[in-house]
């Protein structure tokens, strides 16, 4: 259950746009208002996401199961810095999975913690991506030279000792196992993990020199319940062996030396002796590789595929010696106070307060450092608190608190997120429906004066929502409309007055005024086959619809009387692929687009083909729109040739070379005025949208590039008193100023994938999704 309010802290200035575009009428519900653009960028599932404030700008903060936490910019849906991954297994190449992320500021700075799949907590700066510590696991306080000092073990396994006064480390000890006592020394025991032969050593904790030498072991015993294991010859002197040990040498050359795996002790003359008679008799045991050795004494066995262990009468540091390694996060007590630890980027060791009571920024923890005061940390008492202080700085609750008039969030049914009353409990509106997976997370921030929620989802996406709608917004009226997915969207004039005809897959077509969504006719049922393509006309002062489907023909419809006009037209195209209307020589025309890799322009009147055919693409052409250019009718063509072409449809001749920059399909042309200059733009499976002069023939300005969706349908229309070219991406429709090149307003976020969308007077855009469709304007009108 997630909190969230009204309430915007003062210091909170990043701008979130005004929704371009507003529904003026739409079938059934309308589309919900509150949702805002989508984060996209990861390539996995979503699972967790916190918000923050960084320089002034409310960020969100997310971790996914492709190995990433990224940083975005609520106001923008910009990513703030490169992808940041866990650290990466040596062995398996394998970089630890995101579980989850917390926001917290941390001594005047924003950090976020990320808990990984190795059990690995990570801290980053926000201001910049980079890391900037990690937790670590606290083994015991202990005082070496007089030195208090803090011993840590990290998630790679290194053990750490730390000035407890000066929070920097003094020495570390990679894949440590475990700690003990010898001889009144502090000592650690560690294994080489990237060595074949996993080489075990013994090391002064206070000195950080090595004390021990490793012994082969060719055969282990069980001799009367007695285990003793047989080592190996010693290699030469070892260069790191204190001078101290050569006597040793001397006296015990090693050479099929026996020893007491109870006590560590090797056995003397009389007792090998006596023991070699036997040995024959004995019952082997494998598993043990290498005996650590002490001024003569075995202190540590290398175990086969284990860690290895310390054996012997050793005075055990804590738990018998044992560094289980468990989660690789922890907290502690020091004066009373719950404290976490993390070793930062450079080795020094931090203290941070987690006390319940600190400061709270923006719905943020404040998460201080603290000094050292003396008092030896201890473990809490418990799981139990742990887990608990875990809970609460693990993302959750990240939102503004402190209003007098809070809403909770809650996920429910997978992938809805229920918006309810935090007095009632009664739910506030519609849920938030989009995500097209499970809702793993949610998180709340301010953005310009508003309660923004962002939820994370295994759809790979995130999606943010404006929740200043959250009391006002209900549910649009419902209007009868088609019952299966709208298929192609026009505008023309009845009456005098601008209407919308639609033509879905239950083969009917339907009229409706613009401005209300009335009906204004009967709907025309019908259709043969699918419409994929459609355009209004007047054939001798009757209004016209031309359609084209899956096939090769076109049907002219009247909308009014509910009629075929005339009989089909066959256009030997093999299928239809484009449709645009135009007036060639006061007569209505319609120029097509096919398979067989040309146009051709058909008088609607006569429903024969004028001219020839417009020949010149090397493949199938896919678009086609009409302009005015020097006072002459010319068309726009694009095919999966990769060319956009230029036709005189007075003449049926091309104008010009082809316009080449596209590097695969094209899929959709148009064509509008920038700055009173015909212009066409194309688009294409590469990603891109591309500008044409058509005076000049040459390409004006950068390709247009952020669009993911290569086949979705794109329009242009004025957006006001500027081009603007409508894309439709999914559950979403975006825009793009074709005078800047800039992406400009909000996405407008649908419930179901736009299938269809046409320009309309006014600036208007109509939009179909799924079997509705709505009618947007201009949110300055």
């Not at 440590?176 to 002064?204: E, F, H, S, Y």
């Not at 000094?371 to 809490?380: D, H, I, R």
Request: charged share 25%; net charge negative.
């Amino acid at each position: 259950m997630y909190e969230t309010s009204t309430g915007a802290p003062d210091d909170v200035n990043a701008p979130l746009s005004e929704p371009r575009w507003t529904v003026q009428w739409a079938d059934g519900p309308v589309p919900d208002q509150r949702r805002l653009r989508p984060l996209t960028g990861h390539s996995g599932p979503v699972r967790t996401v916190a918000t923050a404030i960084v320089d002034g700008r409310p960020v969100a903060v997310s971790g996914s199961r492709d190995n990433t936490v990224r940083v975005w910019d609520l106001a923008t849906g910009e990513q703030l810095h490169d992808p940041v991954t866990g650290r990466t297994d040596p062995v398996s190449s394998m970089t630890a999975e995101v579980l989850s992320v917390a926001t917290a500021v941390a001594d005047g700075r924003p950090v976020a913690f990320s808990l990984h799949g190795d059990d690995s907590v990570l801290v980053w700066d926000l201001a910049t991506g980079r890391a900037a510590g990690e937790f670590v696991r606290l083994v015991e306080s202990a005082v070496l030279d007089e030195r208090r000092v803090l011993l840590t073990l990290g998630a790679d396994g290194t053990l750490s000792v730390a000035d407890l006064l000066t929070g920097r480390r003094v020495a570390g000890f990679p894949s440590a196992t475990g700690i003990a006592v010898l001889d009144g020394r502090r000592v650690v025991l560690t294994v080489d993990a990237v060595d074949v032969d996993r080489t075990v050593r013994v090391w002064d904790l206070a000195t950080g020199g090595q004390l021990a030498r490793s012994l082969q072991v060719v055969r282990t015993v069980d001799l009367d319940g007695r285990v003793l294991a047989v080592t190996a010859r010693e290699p030469d002197r070892e260069p790191d062996r204190e001078p101290d040990q050569e006597a040793d040498r001397e006296a015990d050359p090693g050479e099929g030396r026996l020893w007491d795996l109870a006590t560590g002790e090797p056995l003397d003359a009389a007792e090998a002796a006596e023991a070699a008679a036997a040995l024959s008799g004995g019952a082997a045991r494998l598993g043990v590789t290498t005996l650590t050795v002490v001024h003569g004494r075995a202190v540590a066995v290398g175990l086969d595929g284990e860690e290895p262990r310390f054996i012997g009468p050793l005075a055990l540091a804590r738990r018998n010696g044992a560094l289980v390694r468990t989660r690789a996060r922890e907290t502690a007590l020091l004066d009373g106070r719950t404290v976490a630890l993390t070793a930062e980027a450079d080795g020094t060791l931090r203290i941070w307060d987690l006390t319940d009571d600190r400061p709270r920024v923006h719905g943020m923890r404040v998460i201080d450092a603290v000094g050292a005061s003396g008092t030896a940390p201890a473990f809490p008492p418990g799981p139990e608190r742990e887990a608990d202080l875990w809970h609460r700085i693990s993302g959750r609750g990240n939102g503004p608190s402190g209003s007098a008039d809070p809403v909770l969030l809650t996920v429910e049914q997978g992938d809805t997120v229920v918006v309810r009353d935090r007095a009632t409990g009664q739910p506030v509106g519609r849920p938030l429906t989009g995500h097209t997976g499970k809702v793993w997370d949610v998180a709340t921030t301010v953005v310009d004066g508003r309660p923004v929620a962002v939820t994370a989802s295994a759809d790979h996406t995130l999606r943010t929502w404006d929740l200043s709608h959250a009391l006002a917004h209900g549910d649009g009226p419902s209007r009868a409309g088609h019952t299966a997915t709208v298929t192609a969207v026009t505008t023309a004039v009845l009456d005098g007055s601008p209407v919308v005809v639609t033509a879905g897959a239950d083969r009917t077509l339907r009229v409706r005024d613009l401005s209300t969504g009335r009906q204004v006719t009967a709907p025309v049922a019908g259709l043969e086959g699918e419409v994929t393509a459609m355009v209004a006309s007047e054939v001798d002062g009757r209004p016209v619809i031309v359609t084209a489907g899956s096939g090769d023909t076109l049907h002219l419809l009247d909308p009014v009387r509910r009629e075929h006009v005339g009989e089909p037209v066959t256009s030997h195209h093999g299928r239809v692929l484009a449709l645009a209307g135009a007036t060639l020589g006061g007569r209505p025309v319609v120029v097509t687009a096919g398979t067989d890799r040309t146009a051709a322009i058909w008088d609607l009147a006569t429903r024969r083909p004028v001219g020839e055919p417009l020949t010149g693409h090397t493949s199938r052409v896919t678009a086609v729109a009409t302009a005015e250019l020097a006072g002459r009718l010319v068309a726009v063509t694009g095919s999966w040739d990769k060319t956009v072409r230029l036709w005189d449809l007075g003449t049926g001749r091309q104008i010009g070379e082809p316009l080449t920059g596209h590097t695969d399909w094209v899929t959709s042309v148009a064509t509008t005025l920038i700055d009173g200059r015909p212009v066409a733009v194309s688009r294409s499976r590469d990603k891109t949208v591309r500008l044409w002069d058509l005076a000049t023939l040459r390409e004006t300005g950068e390709p247009l590039t952020g669009h993911t969706d290569p086949n979705g349908p794109v329009v242009v229309t004025t957006g006001g008193a500027r081009p603007v070219m409508a894309i439709g991406q999914g559950q979403a429709v975006r825009f793009w100023d074709l005078a800047t090149g800039c992406e400009v307003g909000n996405e407008y976020a649908l419930p179901l994938p736009a299938a269809a969308l046409a320009a309309a007077p006014a600036g208007r855009l109509v939009v179909a999704f799924g079997p509705e469709i709505a009618v947007l304007r201009p949110a300055a009108d």
